[in-house]
Structure formats: C-alpha cells, structure tokens
C-alpha cells in the first residue's frame, strides 16, 4: 500500500536529491504514515486507520468520530 493517509490525504512529494557536486537525482518525501487502532462507540468496534503523524494529533484533538466522518466524507472506506 502506498504511503497515504486516510484523513488529511497526504501522500508523497518528489524531488531531487542534490549533491555537493551539484548533481541531481531523483528522490522521494514519504509522510510520516503510522497504523493505528481506535475504538468507535457508535459502531462498538475498533477500525485501523493509516494517518500521518500530523492527522494523529488532529483525531486526538477532534475525536474519532469526526475524524471518521471525514475520512468517510473523502469517500475512503473505513
């Protein structure tokens, strides 16, 4: 699975990786995605949700229920 968060849709940049000569190669900027585990009381379960360090700090400060709601408005299933 590529490396993109469910909630904020983050997903990896490009550019290029300069060296001390000046020459350009490709490279990659991966977000920081963590799996982790909620539990969600409407449904009395837990869901798994891939989120980038960033969108773990804004379920924690808007709830999993609404972070569910948004993932679910995105269209991602959850």
């Given amino acids: 699975m590529s490396a993109h968060c469910m909630l904020t ?3 990896p940049a490009f550019g290029n990786t300069i060296s ?3 020459r350009r190669t490709s490279r990659r900027f991966d977000p920081n995605i963590q799996t982790k585990r909620y ?3 409407s449904e009395g379960r837990y ?3 891939r989120l980038s360090a960033r969108a773990i700090k804004t379920v ?3 709830g999993v229920e609404a972070a569910v ?3 679910r408005a995105r ?3 959850v």
């Fill in 9 to 11: 849709g983050a997903q």
């Fill in 20 to 22: 001390h000569s000046h």
């Fill in 47 to 49: 869901v798994r949700l």
């Fill in 69 to 71: 709601a948004r993932i």
């Fill in 75 to 77: 269209g991602v299933k």
């Fill in 39 to 41: 539990w969600l009381p």
């Fill in 60 to 62: 924690d400060a808007i």
